[in-house]
C-alpha cells in the first residue's frame, strides 16, 4: 500500500477515536488497538489530544503495511462484542475515506484485508502487495529463503502478465505453502521433528497443505475463516496435476488468481498480528 495523505490519515483517526460516539477509545484503548495490529514499537499515549497523537502516529512511520494492518483491524469483527455489525458500519465509514486513495477494506474468508479498488470504482483488486517483501521478512529465519519466496512470487506475477493464469494459481498455492511451513517450524522449532497428526507425526517436507494450515490454525496464528477459505488455494494449487482441473472444470483467468490472493493475504495479516505474541 502506498502511503497515505495526511488530511486521510486525520480523518481515519477521527473515525478510530470516534469522540462521543458508540465506538470511542481513550488513550488506552487506542494502545491496546495498535498492539492487537502489531504495530512496531507501540507508543505510550502522551496525554494530548487523542486524534492528533493517533494523527502523529500513523503518519510519522514509513511501514505501510503496519498502518494497513491497522486499518483491516479497526474493521476486524473481533473488535467488537457483537462482532460484523458493528465492524461492517465502521469498514463502510473508513471505505468512505479511503476512496480518494483508491484503496479499500473488503472480507476476505470473514477476514478484513485492503485491496485496490476496481477501474469500476466498486470491485476491489487483490494482488500480491508492493512491500510484500518487508512484510514477510520479520517472519522467516533467513534472508536466503526470503529472496527464494520473492522469486516464487516474481515468477507467479510474470504468469499473471502473461495470460499464464493456471501457472500463477499454481505459484501462488506453492508461495503461501512453503511460507507457512517456514514460519511454522521457525515460531516453534520442536516442528522440525515432525508434525502432530493424530497418533504419528509428519515428517517436515512430507507436512501437506493441510497439515501446515491445521497446524496454525491449531496454535491461534490464523484465525478459522482464513484456514476455512485456503482450501480453494490448495484445491487450485493442484491444478499442477492437469486431470485436476479438468476434474474442477475450472478455466482460471485473471479474476481467478486475484481471487486467489485474497485468502492468502487475509493468512498473512493474521500471521503478522499474532507474532507479537510469540514468546521466543
Same mark, same amino acid.
Given at each position: 500500500m502506498k502511503k497515505l495523505d495526511v488530511l486521510t490519515l486525520e480523518r481515519v483517526a477521527r473515525l478510530i477515536v470516534d469522540i462521543d460516539g458508540p465506538f470511542e477509545r481513550r488513550g488506552? +484503548?487506542?494502545? +491496546? @488497538? =495498535?498492539? &492487537? *495490529?502489531?504495530? !512496531?514499537?507501540? !507508543? #505510550?499515549? #502522551?496525554?494530548?489530544?487523542?486524534?492528533?497523537?493517533?494523527? /502523529?502516529?500513523?503518519a510519522g512511520t514509513d511501514d505501510h503495511a503496519a498502518v494497513s494492518? =491497522?486499518?483491516?483491524?479497526?474493521? /476486524? !469483527?473481533? %473488535?467488537? #462484542? /457483537?462482532?460484523? $455489525?458493528? *465492524?461492517?458500519?465502521?469498514? +463502510?465509514?473508513?471505505?468512505?475515506? @479511503?476512496?480518494a486513495e483508491r484503496?479499500?477494506?473488503?472480507?476476505?474468508?470473514?477476514? !478484513?484485508v485492503l485491496g485496490e479498488v476496481g477501474t469500476d470504482g466498486h470491485s476491489t483488486l487483490f494482488s500480491a502487495p508492493e512491500d510484500l517483501e518487508e512484510r514477510i521478512r520479520p517472519l522467516v529465519s533467513s534472508e536466503e529463503f526470503l529472496q527464494q519466496l520473492m522469486e516464487r512470487v516474481t515468477e507467479t506475477q510474470i504468469? %499473471?502478465?502473461?495470460?499464464?493464469?493456471?501457472?500463477?494459481?499454481?505459484?501462488?498455492? $506453492?508461495?503461501?505453502?512453503?511460507? =507457512?511451513?517456514e514460519v511454522l517450524t521457525h515460531r516453534d522449532p520442536s516442528l522440525q521433528r515432525g508434525f502432530p497428526q493424530g497418533e504419528k507425526r509428519v515428517a517436515p517436507e512430507r507436512a501437506s497443505f493441510a497439515l501446515l494450515l491445521d497446524t496454525a490454525r491449531t496454535r491461534g496464528w490464523i484465525q478459522m475463516d482464513a484456514h476455512d477459505f485456503m482450501a480453494i488455494v490448495?484445491?487450485?494449487?493442484?491444478?499442477?496435476? @492437469?486431470?485436476? +482441473?479438468?476434474? &474442477?472444470?475450472?478455466?482460471? #483467468? &485473471? /479474476?481467478?488468481?486475484?481471487?486467489?490472493w485474497g485468502p492468502v493475504l487475509a493468512v498473512l495479516n493474521d500471521l503478522e498480528t499474532t507474532r507479537e505474541h510469540i514468546v521466543v
Open positions: 488506552y +484503548q487506542l494502545e +491496546q @488497538l =495498535l498492539r &492487537r *495490529a502489531a504495530w !512496531p514499537s507501540p !507508543p #505510550d499515549y #502522551d496525554g494530548s489530544p487523542r486524534i492528533a497523537w493517533l494523527t /502523529d502516529v500513523m494492518r =491497522l486499518l483491516c483491524r479497526i474493521c /476486524d !469483527p473481533l %473488535e467488537y #462484542d /457483537d462482532g460484523r $455489525s458493528s *465492524a461492517e458500519i465502521i469498514r +463502510q465509514e473508513l471505505n468512505s475515506l @479511503l476512496a484503496v479499500a477494506v473488503t472480507y476476505v474468508a470473514g477476514r !478484513p504468469c %499473471e502478465q502473461h495470460g499464464a493464469y493456471g501457472m500463477a494459481l499454481i505459484g501462488i498455492g $506453492s508461495f503461501t505453502e512453503a511460507l =507457512l511451513l490448495r484445491e487450485y494449487r493442484n491444478f499442477v496435476h @492437469l486431470r485436476k +482441473q479438468r476434474e &474442477r472444470g475450472v478455466v482460471p #483467468d &485473471r /479474476d481467478t488468481v486475484g481471487m486467489c
